[in-house]
């Protein structure tokens, strides 16, 4: 099945610093790529997700790239804010997968 | 549409009771999956369906079932509960196809004393 790794566990940064989430996955036949941001208590939603079709994708201050050679994405914040400050998941699946597989996550903090 | 829903918010066992938890879904969607998440883990697959009447283990299945009677409901059952099953539960759902997208309900926390 399929593995994927999350790095870092924790990032702490200053607002308008940018922050990176970088995960590598081991199943080339993923072609699927979402992330997921989770507020204390609440329900993980989605951000931002790439196919494997596509390198690279933006929605204002965030932006995944994908690099299926190396089977490794990544996700860029830009600007960040202290709203930003959450706990980020990657994962992995898409086409021969019913389900997704997560990383272990990321918790973001971002300080005023 | 309501989207993910899952029954109760909170709930407290003692070990060796049982009890089930509810999902139900309006979008009509294919499939459907249960998590658990606990500090560190990540969301962890429990079970999955890919349509009515069709079920599959995921990483996590031991002290679980599951069913799937109809397109809407997806219940998970805690046959015997134990400790190392005091988590937080949610359940996902998605349309199918190449539709990949994960929908997930608000959660249920659940501690086994």
């Known amino acids: 099945g399929e593995n994927v790794e999350q790095h870092p566990s924790t990032l702490s940064v200053q607002e308008g610093d940018s922050a990176v989430i970088k995960c590598t996955y081991s199943?080339?036949?993923?072609?699927?790529f979402p992330w997921y941001k989770q507020e204390l208590g609440k329900r993980p939603q989605l951000i931002i997700d790439?196919?494997?079709?596509?390198g690279e994708k933006k929605d204002q201050r965030i932006a995944v790239t994908l690099n299926k050679t190396a089977k490794h994405f990544s996700l860029h914040i830009t600007e960040t804010q202290p709203e930003d400050s959450a706990v980020y998941f990657c994962?992995?699946?898409?086409?021969?997968?019913?389900?997704?597989?997560f990383g272990k996550g990321t918790m973001l903090l971002v300080s005023p | 549409n309501a989207g993910v829903t899952q029954t109760p918010k909170f709930q407290v066992l003692k070990t060796g009771q049982s009890m089930t938890l509810q999902c139900a879904q309006d979008?009509?969607?294919?499939?459907m999956s249960w998590y658990r998440q606990d500090p560190g883990m990540g969301l962890r697959l429990i079970h999955y369906?890919?349509?009515?009447?069709?079920?599959d283990q995921g990483e996590v299945p031991n002290g679980y079932n599951v069913s799937r009677s109809t397109t809407e409901d997806f219940p998970l059952r805690l046959l015997s509960a134990a400790p190392s099953q005091t988590s937080v539960y949610f359940c996902?759902?998605?349309?199918?196809?190449?539709?990949?997208?994960?929908?997930f309900g608000p959660g249920t926390r659940l501690t086994v004393t």
């Open positions: 994962a992995a699946g898409g086409s021969g997968y019913s389900t997704l597989t």
């Open positions: 979008m009509n969607h294919e499939y």
């Open positions: 369906s890919v349509g009515a009447g069709i079920t």
């Open positions: 199943d080339s036949a993923s072609n699927y």
């Open positions: 790439i196919r494997s079709n596509v």
């Open positions: 996902a759902s998605r349309p199918g196809g190449d539709a990949y997208e994960q929908y």
